[in-house]
């Protein structure tokens, strides 16, 4: 299975204009991709003050972002797992949808371990993990700050999936986030496909460093800075390492 991983930075206040360059980007890695994985919160930025803030930005899982990459999935035959503020009557989420490979909503994943900055705006996500497939390859979704939950991790090593989708806002810590991710999939046989954002968001800073991390392996990679995608094939368990941690 070849899985994408989309490193982008959303210009804030711009969603359609945002919209349309992570869909370019989109169309050139799924070209390449059987699975393609994008940021959390991937079209608005993370960061904001008030939930009336995130009510103006946020849609529905059948919305222009839905409707705008379905199209690519369809034409390139290529899942796609992009993070989104979902709209879901009265309630906020901060939600990953899951087109299949026939642009189709397969799963509307939501964030279930909240961190600070969503706490003003999101409800905790009611979803559960799914477990899903892609070229006969099981994948499961979680974002960003779940990975920090000991459930979220007991339920990893029980349903067993191969891939991460890992839609993230991940904050700069001035440390290498790459030894944190693969440690906490440690002895899971999980490979771990991080698509993070880059750069100033309000107060904090995202650390870039989007990853595909296979066990201890670091497959592929991207800067601290910088849009782009990198495309890695994914064997059963085997694979030539970028970096050994």
Known sequence: MRVGVIQFKAT??????????????????????????????????????????????????????????????????????????????????????VLDSHGQKAFVYRKTLLYDAD???????DSGYPLLECKGERFSVAICMDLNDDACIDWLAEAKPRVLAFPTNWISEGVPVWPYWAWRLKD???????????????????????ALIDGRKVLGAAPEEGDGFFVVELSPWRGASVQEL
């Open 188 to 210: 899971l046989n999980i490979a771990l496909a991080a698509a993070n954002s880059y750069g100033p968001d309000g107060e904090v800073v995202f650390t870039g460093e989007s």
């Open 119 to 125: 706490l003003h705006w999101a409800s905790p996500g």
């Open 12 to 97: 804030k206040g711009d969603i359609e204009g945002s919209r349309e360059r992570l869909a370019a980007l989109s169309e050139e890695a799924a070209k390449e991709s059987d699975l393609l994985v994008l940021p959390e919160m991937a079209l608005t930025g993370y960061t904001f003050e008030t939930r009336a803030a995130v009510l103006e930005v946020a849609e529905d899982a059948e919305g222009p972002t839905a409707k705008r990459f379905a199209k690519i999935a369809k034409a390139h035959e290529c899942a796609i797992v992009i993070g989104f503020a979902e709209r879901a009557g009265d309630l906020l989420y901060n939600s990953a949808l």
